[in-house]
């Protein structure tokens, strides 16, 4: 075991890991652990763009913004949250251009704006120019950018470090910040970090469905360390499905696509969008829009001889644009599906996308530990996070702004933390948890394969706790897990060495992803209604009496160590909008 | 160098057999592998499995891994070709593995996987990639500005923002540097992403650097080293005229030179 | 071959005869390439040689074709060819300072455009320090001593040798 003592340390080296990291490194002698190499997060992968109300283009003010992000999130959105969204988005944007950002260009030489989905004038009249992009890289960009500035400022980053404990000491009474505990990829070795102040930024968990867009090594580890040490979870059950992915792949197609005039047709080459969202159409918020599309599938009127797929139509367009401003995309479906977007429609279905739940913060970053009392030291911003600024459902391009607005409030306020208080002493053994796992792991022995149950699980969130959800299919959902979940304490791994175990890590991901997936079902079926991309088939409304609050999911670990999960709520911050209905 | 060949009862073979998948194929993976927890030795592995050719080659070194030998060890993320993660020479040529569809690469034939060249190969497909990000973080990839930042955007116009826009697509997957013949013998060579990194600012009119970067690439290891073989160019899967890149760089340098 | 082994892993053990003195504890060591870059490795030299090396190979170059393929027309095709050389030929041919100036080009291009050819080849191919530092030396020793050799026959060639 190596002992290293930094102010800050950030987990993870995505979008928010990076921009928290260019500000702490400024302020507190600061690391950045990584379970991969910095510029290969899933933050790379965002495609359409990052809104922000510039202006740029046409008339747009961050009020209309915040708005839009609130009612796009289903009205569970905390609107103060939302409000400092929108209102430093500007400052966001601009000041990734200042660190070098190749924004697309208006004839002026300003960063060009594009439509996207949910995001309107005037409080839902029409589509807005809002959101920043750089052809269809946006998220490379901003990751490549926020790369480039590291290396700028000189950030020290460990890569292939795994965070597999957090450190928690209790002090007075206190929970406070200890540190975490790393697995060094490279050599199995154990590292412990001692720091006054830890950033969460770790990403989601999207990889316990099987269609997904979400990378492999999207598996929830930071949720999933600040579960195990009694931290709650709050708004699991909201998963956002991205209208379209690539058919049965899931590869993302960005919703810009649609922006730029792009259309969904049924079997019968019905523009559908039509009849479900008459004044947004295509350009709909994500979550009514992969409704849609199921609805259709299930009404018959897919396409294939499955019916299993509708498609993204850009025939229309002209091939110069195509070019211009989704190159990538029109790569992918003629690399992994033979199809050229010019002349053929895309075959696509909604794919499982984004966690709006996570670790619960305030709007500082910090981590609460219930409803109002926050950890001292700890902070989690990104995916992993949940502010709440997505509420039920996030609007597109909302993510790439969340990462940089809040990747640089958590970033700020851990370094100040770190700049005014002390280290906290380590626990005893502070690497005891991770040794006995990673031992454990390495001597399993069982004979269940963890390719086995990853796939049963897949399968079964899939299919009982996707887009459509019903009591039975939740429960169904449950029982499986549950079941899952004792054949996992008898897994076995193959690879018994030290070097690059990358057995052993797959075998630690699949039981964060069993924890998180039973939380999201558990909170799902109790949320009597629906809202957002929480969609209950035997509760089709919204419920504002009962469910307009935050899920709050606890571990519980009774006497005899049989682990439980406790729900509780949080009341929703509230400001200036009354809930509507919400209607595109 | 030795060859095994695993055995049926552990192949997908009979799984898929069994499902009656009948567009399936067999497809047999000659992976290069070293473990020095087993062995000083490299040994080619082959296996054999069942596979559907729209598939990629990533999934087949998938399905070895999570069904036939768990030790196998490569990288990987995305899985569509974003992240950069899984380069490495298929069938004698840098790919990400990611992005290459078995029905490409002719799967009649056995399909050989190896690690990029020219990095030290800690674990099969696993390779040090400091030494290739420390030439990245030798040519300055940052916007350099002077003078006091403007309260908005800085402008720049469509035409100016277009001149370097193939270099902006790098994923650092490292594909164009290990299939360079001059990196494999020396790698102190800058190497092809490195200059594209620095193609990247030296190119955009916001940054004042430039000059620095063509001096750190005018030296004994920088862009004077290229012998224009192209290896970089075909091995990019982002399509970024690497060469070119390269060569507009010494046309740079010239011509601020004469 | 051990093929009927559980997992290919032992197979490959296997291969090398059973058991192994290399463990999780006692790795082998790796296989590293030659020259990997360091954090030391950029020694900023600040001169444009490299450049001027690029530069000259090019120049040199399309100076050589003419060059070499003119002295190649004059000494096998024009005149007879082959069957017209002699002591006198060369003679009468230095006699006149043009063509000892197209000689001399001739030499010294020819002789540098090779031997900077030979350095990038060293320079690429000889993997290691001492390796290189010697092969560049024997190569500059040699050109020295060739061109050297060469620009004192030029200039001192007495027509009248006995």
């Given at each position: ?11 993870g ?15 507190s ?20 763009g990052?809104?922000a ?5 046409e ?8 708005f ?34 190749p ?6 030489g ?19 120019r809002r ?5 269809d ?9 926020l ?25 007075d009474?206190?929970?406070?910040t200890a540190g975490v505990v790393?697995y ?18 770790s ?10 867009s ?7 580890d930071?949720q ?23 058919w ?10 649609r ?21 947004m ?10 409704r849609?599309i ?5 009404e ?25 401003k989704l190159?990538?995309?029109?790569e ?30 305030n ?26 600024v ?52 390495r ?9 086995d ?26 029982s ?6 004792v054949?996992?304490k ?42 957002g ?13 009962n ?12 006497e ?6 406790r ?18 | ?12 073979a009979l ?26 030795q ?9 596979m ?5 080659v ?35 040529r840098?790919?990400?593995?990611c992005?290459?569809l ?8 056995p ?24 030439a ?20 720049q ?5 277009a001149?370097f ?62 012998r ?15 060469t070119?890149?390269?060569?507009e ?7 601020r030179?004469? | ?35 990997a ?11 444009n ?20 393929l ?20 060369v ?61 004192l ?10």
């Amino acid at each position: 075991m190596q002992i290293h003592k930094y102010d800050t340390v950030i987990v993870g080296a995505g979008g928010a890991g990076m921009r928290a990291a260019i500000e702490a490194t400024k302020r507190s002698r600061t690391a950045v652990l990584t379970k991969l190499y910095p510029t290969r997060s899933h933050t790379g992968a965002a495609q359409g763009g990052m809104a922000a109300a510039l202006a740029n283009v046409e008339e747009d003010n961050w009020e209309w913004h915040t708005f839009d992000t609130i009612k796009g999130g289903d009205y569970l959105v905390d609107q103060d949250a939302a409000e400092i969204l929108a209102k430093e988005a500007i400052d966001a944007v601009l000041d990734l251009e200042k660190m070098g950002l190749p924004f697309n260009r208006t004839p002026e030489g300003r960063i060009d704006q594009r439509r996207f989905g949910g995001h309107t004038r005037n409080h839902g009249e029409a589509a807005v120019r809002r959101s920043c992009y750089a052809a269809d890289r946006t998220g490379h960009m901003i990751l490549q950018t926020l790369y480039q500035n590291c290396v700028k400022e000189g950030v020290e980053f460990f890569n292939e470090f795994y965070v597999l404990d957090l450190l928690l000491a209790e002090v007075d009474g206190v929970k406070r910040t200890a540190g975490v505990v790393a697995y060094e990829l490279a050599t199995g070795e154990i590292h412990v970090f001692q720091a006054k102040a830890v950033i969460f930024a770790s990403g989601g968990n999207g990889k316990f469905y099987k269609v997904t867009s979400n990378a492999h090594t999207l598996t929830g580890d930071g949720q999933a360390a600040a579960w195990r040490r009694g931290l709650p979870l709050e708004d699991m059950e909201f998963f956002q499905f991205h209208p379209t992915g690539i058919w049965r792949m899931g590869i993302l197609l960005t919703e810009g696509a649609r922006g730029e005039g792009g259309i969904l047709r049924n079997k019968d080459g019905e523009r559908f969008m039509e009849r479900y969202a008459p004044v947004m159409k295509d350009l709909a918020s994500r979550d009514v829009v992969s409704r849609a599309i199921y609805t259709e599938i299930r009404e018959g009127r897919g396409c294939g001889p499955e019916g299993d797929h509708v498609y993204l139509d850009l025939t229309h367009l002209p091939p110069e644009q195509l070019d211009a401003k989704l190159p990538d995309i029109t790569e992918f479906a003629r690399t992994y599906l033979g199809i050229e977007p010019y002349t053929d429609p895309v075959p696509i279905q909604p794919t499982a996308h984004y966690a709006m739940g996570g670790i619960p913060t305030n709007v500082q970053g910090e981590v609460l530990t219930d409803n109002t009392t926050v950890v001292p030291g700890l902070y989690a911003a990104g995916e992993v996070a949940c502010v709440s600024v997505h509420g039920a459902n996030r609007l597109g391009t909302n993510s790439l702004l969340d990462i940089n607005v809040f990747g640089r409030r958590s970033g700020i306020a851990a370094a100040e933390y770190a700049a005014t208080h002390d280290f906290v002493e380590l626990p005893e053994n502070p690497d005891s948890l991770v040794v006995e796992l990673v031992e454990r792991m390495r001597d399993a022995n069982g004979g269940e394969r963890v390719t086995d149950i990853r796939k049963a699980l897949q399968e079964t969130m899939d299919a009982n706790a996707m887009v459509f959800r019903t009591e039975q299919t939740l429960k169904q959902a449950v029982s499986d897990i549950a079941a899952l979940k004792v054949r996992y304490k008898s897994i076995s791994v193959q690879d018994k060495g030290k070097r690059y175990n990358t057995d052993l890590l797959e075998a630690v991901e699949l039981g964060n992803l069993l924890d998180l997936a039973e939380v999201l079902a558990v909170s799902a079926l109790a949320r009597k209604e629906s809202r957002g991309g929480h969609y209950r088939e035997d509760y089709p409304t919204r419920d504002d009496v009962n469910f307009m609050r935050h899920t709050m999911a606890y571990r519980e670990v009774g006497e005899d160590g049989e682990e439980s999960i406790r729900l509780d709520y949080k009341p929703v911050v509230q400001t200036r909008y009354q809930p509507m209905e919400r209607k595109y | 160098m030795s060859t095994t060949t695993v055995e049926s009862k552990h192949s997908a073979a009979l799984d898929a057999a069994e499902t009656g998948d009948a567009h399936l194929i067999t497809v047999t993976l000659r992976v290069r592998r070293f473990n020095p927890e087993v062995s000083d030795q490299v040994v080619w592995v082959d296996y054999e499995m069942q596979m559907d050719p729209k598939e990629r080659v990533l999934d087949a070194l998938h399905k070895i891994k999570w069904e036939l030998d768990g030790t196998l060890t490569f990288r990987r993320s995305c899985a569509h070709g974003i992240c950069g993660s899984d380069a490495m020479r298929i069938n004698g040529r840098n790919r990400l593995a990611c992005k290459t569809l078995l029905k490409d690469i002719n799967p009649e034939k056995p399909i050989t996987v190896e690690p990029i060249k020219g990095l030290t190969v800690l674990k099969d497909l696993v390779v040090d990639m400091e030494p290739f990000f420390q030439a990245f973080r030798d040519v300055m990839p940052f916007l350099v500005t002077k003078g006091n930042e403007p309260t908005r955007e800085r402008l720049q116009s469509a035409e100016d923002r277009a001149r370097f826009d193939d270099t902006t697509k790098c994923i650092l997957c490292a594909a164009c540097t290990s299939s360079c013949p001059v990196f494999w013998n020396d790698g102190q060579y800058f190497g092809p992403a490195a200059i594209v990194n620095a193609h990247r600012f030296i190119f955009d009119s916001r940054d004042e650097a430039g000059e620095q970067r063509l001096e750190i690439l005018n030296d004994r290891d920088g862009v004077w080293r290229c012998r224009t073989t192209f290896n970089c160019t075909d091995a990019c899967p982002r399509g970024i005229e690497v060469t070119k890149a390269i060569q507009e760089v010494k046309r740079a340098l010239l011509t601020r030179r004469f | 071959m051990s093929a009927e082994t559980h997992n290919p892993v032992d197979a490959a053990d296997a291969a090398d005869g059973g058991v192994t003195p290399f463990g999780p504890d006692n790795p082998a060591p790796f296989i590293e390439p030659p020259r990997a870059r360091t954090k030391r490795t950029p020694r900023a030299t600040r001169t444009n040689f490299e450049m001027y090396g690029w530069l000259f190979m090019r120049l040199s170059g399309i100076v050589l074709v003419v060059l070499v393929l003119g002295h190649l027309l004059i000494q096998l095709v024009l005149d007879g060819g082959v069957s017209k050389i002699g002591f006198a030929f060369v003679a009468g041919r230095w006699a006149n300072p043009f063509w000892q100036l197209w000689d001399l080009a001739m030499l010294w291009l020819a002789m540098l455009h090779g031997a900077n050819g030979l350095r990038t080849v060293i320079n690429d191919y000889a993997e290691r320090d001492v390796t290189r530092t010697w092969l560049k030396w024997l190569l500059y020793a040699a050109t020295v001593f060739t061109v050297l050799l060469g620009t004192l026959v030029i200039f001192t060639f007495d027509p009248n040798i006995q």
